[in-house]
């Protein structure tokens, strides 16, 4: 079927992200002071004691990326060969490959249909002798439940790690995510909402557990060693002097880039809600800050003249808003899960698991999720509050079109 769309509702650029403009002269700085040998540069640390007070934890440890976080701290917590970590399929795949890169299984349970974070009544079926851990996503920056899964694992002596990827600044009933399990999980990739083009971050209250990652991080060292003394498989994923630069800066701006996004998010809720056949995704009343990093919200083929989700953001860019399909399948479909293309030697893994059985899981929710939800980037939510009246019209302007084709 063809349709005409008309011309774009809007032509005008959406705010820049990721913008590393203001941080030219922190660069600078670091440019003049020089960039030596050391485990820990100034800038570094710096960013670190910044990064544990934002979280309201006792420790922050930067590294590489947010991939080689999630491993550092599964080494770190004895995580490896043979054991269960059970993740949410609705993520990017670094959650479930870490996992794999400790050489343990993911079991993947499916995800609540408020919010699309893990459904703690799932988890607790997935639980087996073997589970060591939980990694919980706060998915496109909503926290998920913290309060059901802290109980879980408590109760089934589990580790909880929060993959906050998506999260910088959102709030769990009052407390900031990242510090309610063993460890917090952060990225600075580019796309985030806190952004130094790449980088991440352990945050973490234990003493024992950072220290462990602050090893790991540094090729198997120990504070107060001699530097070629290597205790532990480490490596060098140490965040660069370069990247707490550029993040000191972000770190500065990200508070008033947090109220800014929820009152745009505000508008975009009591907006698209009156458009028959688009549902904004709910939101936990406990959850008293969230940190869009992505808007989304479900999408009905029925109100659009049967037309698919493709379709609908295809004419959604045509007018000028950014969307996105996102995640195009439970995370167990992908090839390296369903064809079990890792180390099954090291895992343990075997098809006769009906937990690893990967590409026929049974996850209706996540499944659901992946054909009718729709995404909004978080540099769209940086723009003022009356400019979301352009995504509202556009979407009004493609129904509008498809019922008139």
């Not at 079927?1 to 509702?9: E, R």
């Amino acid at each position: 079927m063809t349709v005409a769309l008309g011309a774009p509702v809007r032509t005008a650029p959406w705010p820049r992200r990721p913008d590393y403009r203001d941080a030219a002269a922190g660069l600078a700085a670091a440019a003049e002071d020089g960039v030596g040998a050391a485990a820990d540069g100034p800038r570094k640390v710096a960013f670190e004691q910044a990064w544990a007070e934002f979280t309201a934890c006792r420790h922050a440890v930067g590294v590489a990326n947010g991939t080689v976080s999630l491993e550092i701290a599964l080494r770190a917590l004895g995580i490896g060969a043979g054991d269960e970590v059970i993740v949410p399929p609705y993520t990017f795949a670094a959650t479930a490959t870490a996992v794999l890169g400790v050489g343990a299984l993911p079991v993947f349970a499916d995800i609540e249909p408020g919010c699309y974070n893990l459904d703690p009544a799932a988890v607790e079926a997935s639980v087996s002798t073997r589970t060591r851990a939980v990694i919980v996503v706060h998915l496109g920056g909503a926290p998920a439940d913290l309060d059901a899964l802290s109980r879980l694992c408590a109760r089934h002596g589990l580790a909880l790690i929060e993959d906050a990827a998506h999260a910088h600044g959102a709030r769990w009933r009052g407390r900031p995510v990242g510090g309610f399990g063993s460890f917090g999980s952060w990225s600075f990739q580019a796309s985030k909402n806190l952004s130094a083009g790449e980088g991440g971050a352990l945050t973490t209250d234990d003493d024992a557990l950072a220290e462990a990652a602050w090893e790991l991080h540094n090729c198997g060292r120990r504070r107060d060693e001699p530097w070629y003394a290597h205790f532990e498989p480490g490596g060098n994923h140490r965040l660069t002097e370069w990247s707490a630069a550029v993040l000191a800066t972000g770190l500065r701006r990200l508070p008033g880039e947090i109220a800014r996004r929820s009152a745009c998010a505000a508008v975009l809720d009591a907006e698209l809600s009156t458009v028959d056949g688009i549902r904004p995704l709910g939101r936990d009343a406990r959850a008293d800050v969230h940190a869009y990093h992505l808007y989304l919200f479900r999408y009905d083929p029925a109100a659009f003249a049967g037309l698919d989700r493709e379709w609908f953001v295809a004419a959604l860019r045509h007018h000028g808003i950014p969307a996105a399909t996102g995640y195009p399948a439970p995370l167990d479909r992908q090839p390296l899960f369903a064809q079990a293309r890792f180390d099954r030697r090291a895992t343990g893994w075997t098809p006769a698991n009906p937990a690893t059985r990967y590409g026929a899981l049974p996850l209706p929710v996540c499944e659901r999720a992946c054909t009718e939800t729709v995404w909004l980037p978080h540099s769209l939510l940086l723009a003022r509050p009356e400019e979301m009246t352009d995504v509202l019209t556009a979407v009004q302007e493609v129904q509008r079109s498809a019922v008139a084709s």
